[in-house]
């Protein structure tokens, strides 16, 4: 075996491993060596004292991902260790007999750069790293040895890809026989459809399978908007509860399209009644509703990511402010608002304050009924704050 390449960190600059959060970023480094794209190498501080393993790539600024904090081999069984360990975590949260979870999630789990998820019986795996990417092959026999029946396909997509020097989009099948898609899923009891051949992401948002079920507790009688509904998970909850009304607002007529279906999976009746779904930018949208007085009893705002890197924190809190100022002038006194950020850069803090900003603005009252985050099957690991990347707040309006 060849001598593992050692990568010196700066004079001070070793206190994020030494508290071990898993990153290292080119400025930390005395040198940025010219070796190939996702090495295995050994970080050590000025002192040349190891500090941790991971993998390097020159290219992008987050240069380094630390796999582990020994210096044990990066190997077959180390990788299978700690797919049994995320395995384990999941059977501990009660969800191995269940239909679909997230059994990987990148560092929280100790594997950066991996996700891997479960939909009935096909695994659907997200590469974002050059270092996860030469690790693959192996992941995949792992796989394939704990799920011997399961269809497994890399989705890969995302922008990270393209900075570690990896092909920006992959879609292939990595073992087993190509299934007929979408496939169906069951979720808090109801059935969904996913595709994770074609739908965003890896085909379907888990994270927020605990919040929809929470959504069902107020959702009976009411006038429901769910802005940036995609498929509709928010909505099928609110009219299996016995929701009034529910506007659907998205940009995408085919994730319209696939609420509908949703809503006939389910044996949810008089949908065309039910269900008005608005396709369309949000925003204005939002506007055209607030400048016709429209109401509502019940708002879901779940928006996509606004805020990708730090450098858009404050253009992406004006973006939040923006649609959650909109909703809570559109909310009736006693009304509900269950609003999100997906965005790993705006803190539970700072979330707090762009809403309280945006009711200052609406003119509203409100008090905070709950606190809310992502699924525990998207753990967050206490040396990682930004594995807590979903923020919500379930708001009564006075």
């Known amino acids: 075996m060849n001598p593992i390449p050692q990568i010196k960190l700066k004079p001070k600059k070793d206190r994020p491993l030494q508290l071990r959060h898993p990153w290292v970023f080119s400025g930390a480094l005395t040198a940025n060596p010219s070796i190939l794209p996702g090495s295995l190498v050994d970080f050590v501080n000025d002192k040349g004292n190891f500090l941790a393993r991971g993998y390097y790539n020159p290219n992008p600024s987050l240069a380094g991902r630390v796999l582990s904090w020994q210096k044990e081999e990066i190997d077959r069984p180390f990788l299978k260790q700690r797919i049994i360990k995320a395995q384990e975590l999941r059977k501990f949260l009660g969800l191995t007999s269940g239909d679909s979870f997230r059994l990987i999630s990148s560092e929280a789990d100790g594997l950066p750069g991996l996700i891997v998820e479960k939909f009935a019986s096909c695994l659907v795996v997200q590469v974002l790293s050059a270092g996860m990417n030469q690790l693959l092959p192996a992941i995949a026999e792992i796989?394939?040895?704990?799920?011997?029946?399961?269809?497994?396909?890399?989705?890969?997509?995302?922008?990270?890809?393209?900075?570690?020097?990896?092909?920006?989009?992959?879609?292939?099948?990595?073992?087993?026989?190509?299934?007929?898609?979408?496939?169906?899923?069951?979720?808090?009891?109801?059935?969904?459809?996913?595709?994770?051949?074609?739908?965003?992401?890896?085909?379907?948002?888990?994270?927020?399978?605990?919040?929809?079920?929470?959504?069902?507790?107020?959702?009976?009688?009411?006038?429901?908007?769910?802005?940036?509904?995609?498929?509709?998970?928010?909505?099928?909850?609110?009219?299996?509860?016995?929701?009034?009304?529910?506007?659907?607002?998205?940009?995408?007529?085919?994730?319209?399209?696939?609420?509908?279906?949703?809503?006939?999976?389910?044996?949810?009746?008089?949908?065309?009644?039910?269900?008005?779904?608005?396709?369309?930018?949000?925003?204005?949208?939002?506007?055209?509703?607030?400048?016709?007085?429209?109401?509502?009893?019940?708002?879901?705002?779940?928006?996509?990511?606004?805020?990708?890197?730090?450098?858009?924190?404050?253009?992406?809190?004006?973006?939040?402010?923006?649609?959650?100022?909109?909703?809570?002038?559109?909310?009736?006194?006693?009304?509900?608002?269950?609003?999100?950020?997906?965005?790993?850069?705006?803190?539970?803090?700072?979330?707090?304050?762009?809403i309280f900003g945006a009711a200052t603005d609406a003119l509203a009252d409100a008090h905070i009924l709950q606190y809310l985050n992502q699924a525990p099957d998207h753990p967050i690991l206490m040396t990682v704050p930004e594995s807590y990347y979903l923020n919500g707040l379930l708001l009564r309006k006075t």
């Not at 940009?251 to 389910?266: D, G, T, Y």
């Not at 008089?270 to 607030?290: E, H, K, P, V, Y």
């Open 143 to 354: 796989l394939m040895e704990l799920y011997p029946d399961s269809l497994i396909i890399e989705r890969s997509e995302d922008a990270m890809r393209k900075k570690e020097g990896l092909t920006q989009s992959v879609s292939r099948v990595i073992s087993g026989e190509l299934i007929s898609f979408p496939i169906e899923i069951v979720e808090n009891g109801l059935k969904f459809l996913t595709d994770p051949m074609d739908g965003q992401k890896t085909g379907f948002y888990l994270d927020q399978r605990v919040n929809r079920q929470i959504i069902r507790q107020y959702a009976k009688g009411k006038r429901v908007l769910d802005c940036f509904s995609y498929t509709g998970g928010f909505s099928v909850n609110a009219a299996v509860a016995g929701a009034q009304s529910i506007t659907a607002v998205d940009q995408s007529e085919w994730a319209l399209n696939r609420l509908e279906e949703h809503c006939n999976l389910n044996g949810i009746k008089n949908t065309d009644s039910l269900i008005d779904g608005i396709c369309g930018d949000a925003f204005q949208i939002l506007r055209d509703m607030q400048t016709s007085n429209e109401k509502f009893d019940l708002i879901i705002m779940d928006p996509p990511k606004f805020i990708k890197n730090r450098s858009q924190v404050d253009r992406g809190s004006r973006g939040y402010k923006d649609v959650n100022r909109l909703a809570l002038q559109m909310l009736n006194p006693g009304g509900i608002l269950a609003t999100f950020s997906c965005s790993a850069h705006m803190t539970a803090d700072l979330f707090q304050k762009v």
